[in-house]
């Protein structure tokens, strides 16, 4: 970071800052905090304050909104458990209800400190005036789990939406959920949006939370729906409201039992829910309620057990994300596929990391040589061949590398398939276990890796579709240490693509696609071969604790030739013309509001 950038981040710091700050250094550590703090410190490329004032409807917009009919018009119960609300955020809470430009809600708060005159003299004045705010007030203080299913014991709406007692509503959110209500074809179960946080006195917009659709790994990653959170009230009634047992991550465990029973989940891709943040809020001060995240991890350890799913559910060095490990059942044989050609030192190298650290047991190595002319090549095929889990086979045609994969895999005999680039280097010894316990989950069709280039820094953390006009990796060129955008860069998730440098595949399933595309014979056809894998209805992940350096493409060299350009403009325009509709509608497992001309995360402009 320059010395401008220091200084003026260094006028900004306040005493509560400074006070967090030391709360993060004993958490994390110097070398842990100063990652932390380099990566808040970055200036963001598109600043999202103003970013946001530019892109929230104007007020004709809401007017419109306002005077629309809709075909469905559900009444929506938003439900808010109250305790000692200050009675500033009490009145603007209720207040962002009132501006809804869709008016068929009902405000249902459960009071559990009825004897704060305050709080009693502000919910006296709305219920008064407008009949659809209801308040019940309660005994006791039941604890947050208990008073929230108060709360949603009041709900008289077809859908029911979570509300922190402290937090607001952008006046789109209700009309947004009725619009996509009329809008699908199959009426969701679930529905939830983007979110930002916002400083307690309403000032200022910040850090804000572009979510995927629908994806089951970064749920058990972590919560990453949370807020706005809405539900068919018939659903809630089916699977239970909150769990006092789980209190600290009570709405992790409710959101991983409705999504499990629903039959559709929509993401509305927009922030309708701002999260104010103060001192005592975890929006802020995330190691204020620890034992919230062990409440997270008995979350995801008891939706796992629901799914019949064997995990181990571990913490990460960052509060309230997790990573689930998937044990390895039996010992099916994984037939690792490398094309090859000369760059004999490359091969060695790779070849060298694979036996020396693979923990894995049962596996073998098929070489696919391809037209290599030095002898000291061949001569190291010799030694390959001495060992009894190498093959070596031709590939007489020239490069071509979907058809020399498809070839290769005729002569492996595993049940999976790793595809696996001559010019990588493997680096955790439990990278073979990592790819396999994940890739036998009967969802899952195909699995990735990370992957350095040799200064450390990311070649691959998954695919994103769209950027840089097809496909891009995200996170490429952010140092290793680094976590990126809501720490994604490591954590395990599920993505439209990966990287066939290092990528493992159910046998089965490779097949059942007829293998990769070789029309495409350079670029593009690792993911082409994803995209089909998902539109068959398979999962396709990411796997941050699988890692390998990447020397990137050495033996085939650089698209420089008059040939090989107009090459990779066909392949580009074979790509466009099959993946049309998904390059217009963009990828679901990224977000319409983020970049496509970087590889950051950062705003789209």
Known sequence: MSSGNWMR????????TIKKGIRYLKQYGPKEFWVRLCERMEPEEVPYGPWFENHKPSEKELEGQRRKQWKKQPMISVVVPAYKTPAKFLREMIESLEVQT???????IANASPEDAAMSEVLREYTSKDARVKVENLKENLGIAENTNAAMEMAAGEYTGLLDHDDLLAPQALYRIVEAL?????EPDVF??????????LSEHFQPHFKPDFNVDLLRSNNYITHFFVVRTSLIRQVGGFRREYDGAQDYDFIFRCT?????ICHIPEVLYHWRTHQASTADNPASKMYAFEAGKRAIEAHLKRQGVEGTVSHTKDLGFYQVEYPVQGTPLVSVLIPNKDQKDTLKQCLDSVFSKTTYCNYEVIIIENNSQEKETWE??????????????????????SAINNFGEKSASGEYLLFLNNDVEVINPHWMEEMLGNCQRKEVGIVGAKLYYPDDTIQHAGTIIGIGGIAGHAFLNMPRSRSGYLHKASLQMDLSAVTAACMMMKRTVFESLDGFEEALTVAFNDVD????????????????RVELYHYESKSRGSEDSEDKVRRFQQEIEFMRTRWIDLLKQGDPYYNKNLTLSKWNYSLRA
């Open 9 to 16: 981040y260094l006028k900004k710091i306040k005493p509560y």
């Open 102 to 108: 869709y008016t068929n809600w009902e405000l249902c």
């Open 182 to 186: 009329n809008q699908s074809r199959e």
């Open 192 to 201: 939830y949006s983007d979110e930002d946080k916002v400083t307690t006195d």
């Open 260 to 264: 499990e029973a629903a039959k559709k």
């Open 380 to 401: 190291y095929y010799e030694e390959l061949k001495k060992r009894n889990n190498v093959k070596i086979v031709i590939w007489e045609s020239g490069f071509n590398y």
């Open 529 to 544: 071969l994803c995209l089909r894998c998902v539109r068959a209805g398979y999962l396709v992940v990411y796997n941050p």
